[in-house]
């Protein structure tokens, strides 16, 4: 898979033997790994790199994992990013407020790594289906991730890097509504200056690549707000 497809998974962890398993394994499932040794880093790697899942001790020197948690899921670009909390707290009433926090899923320590990755794949499945290889369709489109392949109806469809990240953005999450600027991170990325006017130069490739056999324009220009899918 190339390094830009490749889902990433930000290792929040203070103890190093810890961190470099975790980090091991996740690399060995195919996820490019960033990590964090403390709360602060943590926090500003997230806005930097926006990771597609991120594993997040509770116990950290500086901020602890549940502000951090807290921090993340009261903004609207990264509230969607799946948090698994990792604690030695076993009660209850721990794992409850870790959810109540905001954390998609609560493992306690020890614990097993083939339920992590399990667990990690599980929670990626849901929140980006793309990257673990699963199928995404939207009426007669089929993008089946794991091949590379985009298919209309019985036809084939031949897309470029960029159509191709731009239509498994909105097979991902059909009818919502992406602004130009959203699509410029999600696509080209961060670190990449690319002018806005860009993004509606490959979306008409898009679309003429996906009408070329016949068919509805599926992607839906929104007047002042974007475009979406469906």
Known sequence: MPADMQPSVLVVEDETAQREILTYNLEG?????????????????????????????WMLPGVSGIEICRQIKVKPALRMIPVIMLSARSEEVDRVRGLETGADDYVVKPFSVIELMARVKANLRRSRPSTVGERLIFDDILLDSETHKVFRGEHEVRLGPTEYRLLTTFLEKPGRVWSREQLLDRVWGRDIYVDTRTVDVHIGRLRKALSRHGGDDPIRTVRGAGYALG
């Open 29 to 57: 499932e195919g996820f490019r790994v960033i990590q964090a040794a403390d709360g602060n880093e943590a926090l500003l790697l997230i806005e930097e790199e926006t990771p597609d899942l991120i594993l997040l001790d």
